[in-house]
């Protein structure tokens, strides 16, 4: 893989930076990692989960639009008597991520001729559009993230229910919006009442590619 | 007074009645549309001014950009004191844009504070991917 070709801008969704940098210190990478605290790219990408990742290639050209970066949806198959994932939901979710980091290094190295590169054609049909209400709650999301930061919680947390209602399909503002546990992650019962109300809709959108699980 | 938020800029200008006051000069140069006799234009296109609602969008020498902005179907939100509103992008623009195959420019920080732009990638594959600490 050569460096000068190919380049990974890893964007952290955080409203707060200092509870992202901690995770950006652990990890010590190597590639660009940027802080999105408004969610702008939710807004310009039609974003709504991590990690989600588009592919773009030399000319600026979207070749693969946004989709969840080798993430499956292995949620409702958690174990309370394990405590975890059933081991077969794990494996399957490891095999999901390794197949899409192989074809991101092939990507990598064979640029366009690479079979997971999306033609034009493919990749504005594979492109998911977003509804008013979407771009209406990206708007209030801006808002409240201001208001918040100007210390009136009060008023942010009233446009950010907003943004929930508006942008149900949203777990970026969902998760960043609503309370976390005390490691930081939402995962309380709220969390998992929303998960569990999907019904026939997935978590992370399977990824339409060759070997996926 | 009004705070007035856009996706890469911050102003501030008058507020009444729930308009967003400001001259044609300075919304030219804050939001890059101009107003002339054929309406609020950006470049080639011009969006005309419905005549029997001018007043809404032109008072004096002030341009209400707010009342301009809905009519030009894009959100805005506004906080419940009418003291900062976000003008916003809609969903056809992002939508067209994102058909368009042409990927959405964005300036934003890493962790030092140092700013990068998506096109200070250009002529490199870029894989743009997000994770979050929540």
């Known amino acids: 893989m050569q460096e000068q070709d190919f380049q990974i801008v890893s964007v952290a969704m955080d409203s707060d930076i200092e509870a992202a940098r901690p995770w950006v210190e652990e990890a010590s990478p190597t590639y660009i990692t940027l802080v999105d605290q408004n969610h702008l790219l939710s807004s310009l990408y039609n974003m709504v989960n991590v990690p989600q990742a588009v592919w773009i290639d030399e000319s600026g050209k979207i070749v693969r639009p946004t989709e969840s970066g080798g993430s499956i949806d292995i949620l409702r198959e958690f174990d309370p008597e394990i405590g975890g994932f059933k081991p077969e939901a794990q494996q399957r979710a490891q095999a999901a991520k390794a197949t899409y980091l192989e074809a991101v290094k092939d990507w990598a190295i064979n640029g366009s001729a690479s079979r997971f590169a999306f033609d034009a054609q493919a990749s504005r049909a594979h492109t998911e559009t977003m509804d008013d209400n979407a771009a209406e709650a990206h708007a209030w999301f801006r808002l409240g993230q201001h208001l918040m930061n100007h210390n009136r919680q009060e008023e942010a947390d009233a446009v950010f229910q907003l943004c929930r209602e508006k942008h149900p399909d949203s777990w970026n503002i969902f998760r960043q919006t609503t309370e976390k546990m005390d490691t930081g992650i939402a995962a309380g019962e709220g969390f998992w009442n929303k998960v569990m109300a999907l019904g026939e809709k997935e978590y992370y959108k399977s990824v339409d590619m060759d070997g996926m699980p | ?134």
Do not use: Y
Not at chain 2, 17 to 37: F, I, N, R
Not at chain 2, 57 to 78: C, E, K, T, Y
């Open chain 2, 1 to 134: 007074m009004a705070t007035v938020l856009t996706n890469t800029s911050q102003f501030e200008c008058d507020e009444s009645e729930g308009g967003l006051w400001m001259s044609a000069q300075e919304m030219a140069s804050q939001l890059d549309w101009e107003l002339k006799p054929e309406g609020f234009c950006q470049g080639d296109t011009c969006v005309p001014v419905p005549p029997d609602r001018i007043h809404e969008f032109i008072r004096d020498d002030q341009v209400n950009v707010s009342a301009f902005w809905q009519h030009l179907g894009r959100p805005v939100a506004s906080s419940t004191s009418s003291d900062v509103a976000v003008l916003g992008e809609s969903a056809t623009e992002r939508n067209d844009a994102l058909l368009s195959l042409e990927a959405p420019d964005f300036t934003l920080p890493d962790f030092n504070g140092k700013l990068h732009s998506l096109t200070d990638f250009r002529r490199q594959r870029v894989l743009l991917i997000t994770w979050a600490s929540w």
